[in-house]
Structure formats: C-alpha cells, structure tokens
C-alpha cells in the first residue's frame, strides 16, 4: 500500500541554518503530499502542500517540491528560526475520495540560538 | 474548510474503565477518520467513519476495543474501551474539508493510570 518515509531525527541546528528534512513516498495513483506540523502542547497543523508534480508548497519561509521522479517532497528553508522548533510530518493523500491521510513518522527540530 | 470542535482535551483514567471522545464539526461532512499518536510516534489511523454504516478499522483495531459512532454528518464519537496504560496517547478526528483537503481537531490526550 501507500506509505510515506520520513527522515528520523531529532534535528538540531542552530539559528538561521539551512534545514531540509527529507521525505519520500510509495504511492499507486497520484497522490497529494503536505506537510504538518506540530508544536509543543498544540495541535497539527498543515504547513504546506502540493497536489500534482513539480508543485512547489510555501508557507512561512519553507518550501517543499512534489517531484514525482525521485518520489520524494522535502521540507526546506533557508534560515530556522528558534520559533521554528516543532515535530514535521509528510503526509500522503492517494487521491481517492474518502481516503485519509498517510503520514510518516516525523521529524523533530530543535532550534537553539 | 470546516471547523472541528473535540472533547474532552485530555483526562486521566483508571486502567479498566472506558473514555468517550467526541467530534462536532460545524459542516456536513461524509467521511470522518480517527487517529492514535502515541508519545514520540506518529499519527496511526485507526478508523474511518462513514455515516449509516459501520466504521472500516485498520489492522491491529478492534471494534470491541474502539467502538465508534457516526449517528449524522457533523458528529461522531470514539470510545476507548478497558483501558490499561498502553492506550495511553493522543487521540485525534480528522475530515476531509475545504482547499486544504484536511481538518484536525485539537485531540484529545488521554493517560491512563
């Protein structure tokens, strides 16, 4: 079936790093692929996503590329901040109505100044 | 996108008893998923709840362990039953909803003692 594998952490960069965090899938059709993440004591939150190839999400500094050849959709931004601290999960929709979502196992970052 | 209002945010129980988290989302809506995240792990799908009809349950969950309710298109319910310290987790519902694709409610983080 369709899975999702995710780079494990935890990461830890210092202030104004470059981040990328990788992510890679298996999927049958043509899925969507996001983005999530969470901060401490909160809920998830999607941070950006991508619905076809050579899509790129956006969101807040960070960028991700739906590229279909290497299967893959990594998490990067250019400069971390320390609010940036949080756990990042990809996530996979196969597309199908009614399908849930398919997340990997996310990643950890840790911001230090 | 539609707006999901989950109860309670968290409790403490006793190993044996049963919990009943609720979902309100404030549109009509067809499908329903309930998620696991255990600490430090992952969202794990446990069911999709579909209204009047049975909820479909992924492998390794039980409808015994993790009956749920869909009586109408804006509520359902998951009800966590005989629970020993092992259920201990964060329990989410999620739809399918608006140009985001995907709603979250808060979760619900449930110990057990």
């Keep these: 079936g369709d899975s999702v594998t995710q ?45 076809k190839a050579d899509d790129k999400g956006s969101n807040k500094g960070f960028e991700a590329t739906y590229r279909k050849e290497t299967t893959s959709f990594h998490l990067e931004k250019g400069s971390v901040q320390v609010s940036d601290s949080a756990v990042y999960f990809c996530a996979l929709s196969s597309g199908q109505a009614g399908t849930a979502l398919i997340f990997g196992k996310g990643t950890t970052l840790s911001v230090s100044s | 996108s539609a707006v999901i209002s989950q109860k309670p945010s968290r409790d403490i129980c006793q190993r044996g008893t049963s919990l009943t988290i609720q979902c309100q989302v404030d549109s009509q809506v067809t499908m329903m998923f309930w998620y696991r995240q255990q600490p430090g792990q992952s969202l794990t799908l446990i069911a999709t709840a579909n209204q009047g009809s049975e909820a479909t349950y992924e492998s390794g969950f039980v409808i015994d362990k993790f009956p749920i309710s869909r009586p109408n298109l804006t509520f359902s319910t998951l009800t966590v039953s005989n629970m020993s310290p092992e259920d201990s987790s964060i329990y989410l519902c999620s ?19």
């Design chain 1, 7 to 51: 780079m494990e952490g935890p990461v830890t960069l210092s202030e104004e790093a470059c981040l990328t965090i990788n992510c890679t899938y298996t999927a049958t059709g043509y899925p969507s692929l996001f983005w999530y993440v969470q901060y401490p004591g909160e809920g998830l939150q999607l941070l950006l996503k991508a619905t």
């Design chain 2, 95 to 113: 739809v399918v909803s608006g140009v985001n694709g995907y709603t979250f409610g808060s979760g619900t983080r449930l110990t057990v003692v």
